[in-house]
């Protein structure tokens, strides 16, 4: 369909969903029944999207591009990172644990850092361009903690964030059921689906505004332009 047509067709973009789940596949996550509520409003709307389960690969733990290359065996980083980049909205996902993103989530963070070093063809930090947000779940406290950490995390890289880019559940606190669970009626609470819904269609608004202009403008912000000298109007006389 014609975005003439329909202004709400998102056809041209791609998101990427990183379920931070502890749990390898094909065991239930209770974070993936979420993320499927956000992934089918974006196919709804023509976003191509993808869903990755972090534990289900031998990421390995570090802070360059690829560990191989500092001793690791085995790194599946790299290719990961492809996809990463392929993706307009990149969305972290997990379970809370101990009021905290869980360690799988710090360590996608982590990785995901490794690559901030990275420039694009206009010499900007290669994030930029795409949006984040995040999504959570569990049965205990936490939600907004583990999203201003993750949100910030993902704007200190270079990712734009939209207006209520997060949202999750949480049942009672304590011990109790989890979001799949069927004595959790989780999939119909009001301000879980509201939440989600929100979030989904502003990275698909702010993502599709960002694609349309050619991404953030290059100038102010530019780590090669930096390094070759300029310095942007930068009110310090050293630099002049």
Same mark, same amino acid.
């Given at each position: 369909?014609?975005?003439?047509?329909?202004?709400?067709?998102?056809?041209?973009l791609?998101?990427l969903?990183?379920?931070? *789940? @502890?749990?390898r596949?094909?065991?239930?996550?209770? *974070?993936?029944?979420?993320?499927?509520k956000?992934?089918a409003?974006?196919?709804k709307n023509?976003v191509t999207t993808?869903v990755?389960?972090?534990?289900?690969h031998d990421?390995?733990?570090?802070?360059?591009?690829?560990?191989t290359?500092?001793?690791?065996?085995?790194?599946a980083?790299?290719?990961l990172?492809e996809r990463?980049?392929?993706?307009?909205?990149l969305?972290?996902c %997990?379970?809370?644990?101990?009021?905290?993103?869980?360690s799988?989530m710090?360590?996608?963070i982590?990785?995901?850092?490794a690559?901030s070093g990275?420039?694009?063809?206009?010499g900007q930090y290669?994030? !930029? %361009?795409?949006?984040?947000?995040?999504?959570?779940?569990?049965?205990?406290d936490?939600?907004?903690?583990?999203?201003?950490?993750?949100l !910030?995390?993902?704007?200190? @890289?270079?990712? *734009?964030?939209?207006?209520?880019?997060?949202?999750?559940?949480?049942?009672e606190a304590g011990p109790?059921?989890?979001y799949?669970?069927?004595?959790?009626h989780?999939?119909?609470?009001e301000? *879980?689906?509201?939440?989600?819904?929100?979030?989904?269609?502003?990275?698909?608004?702010?993502?599709?505004?960002?694609?349309r202009?050619?991404?953030?403008?290059a100038?102010?912000?530019?780590?090669?332009?930096?390094?070759?000298? @300029?310095r942007?109007?930068?009110?310090?006389p050293e630099?002049?």
């Amino acid at each position: 369909m014609d975005r003439s047509e329909n202004p709400h067709r998102f056809d041209d973009l791609r998101a990427l969903f990183v379920n931070c *789940t @502890l749990k390898r596949s094909p065991e239930i996550s209770h *974070t993936e029944g979420l993320i499927d509520k956000s992934r089918a409003m974006m196919e709804k709307n023509g976003v191509t999207t993808e869903v990755i389960r972090a534990v289900d690969h031998d990421i390995a733990v570090g802070v360059w591009p690829d560990m191989t290359e500092h001793g690791w065996e085995a790194d599946a980083w790299p290719s990961l990172y492809e996809r990463v980049m392929a993706a307009d909205i990149l969305v972290l996902c %997990g379970p809370i644990w101990l009021g905290d993103n869980s360690s799988v989530m710090k360590q996608v963070i982590e990785r995901l850092y490794a690559c901030s070093g990275i420039l694009n063809e206009q010499g900007q930090y290669a994030y !930029y %361009g795409r949006v984040g947000g995040a999504l959570l779940t569990g049965n205990e406290d936490g939600v907004k903690h583990c999203a201003m950490n993750i949100l !910030y995390s993902l704007q200190h @890289l270079g990712y *734009t964030i939209p207006p209520q880019a997060d949202a999750g559940w949480i049942g009672e606190a304590g011990p109790g059921p989890s979001y799949l669970d069927p004595d959790s009626h989780a999939q119909e609470n009001e301000f *879980t689906n509201r939440n989600t819904a929100f979030m989904t269609w502003n990275l698909m608004h702010m993502a599709a505004m960002l694609k349309r202009a050619g991404g953030i403008p290059a100038y102010g912000n530019q780590r090669s332009g930096w390094d070759a000298g @300029l310095r942007f109007d930068f009110p310090n006389p050293e630099y002049r």
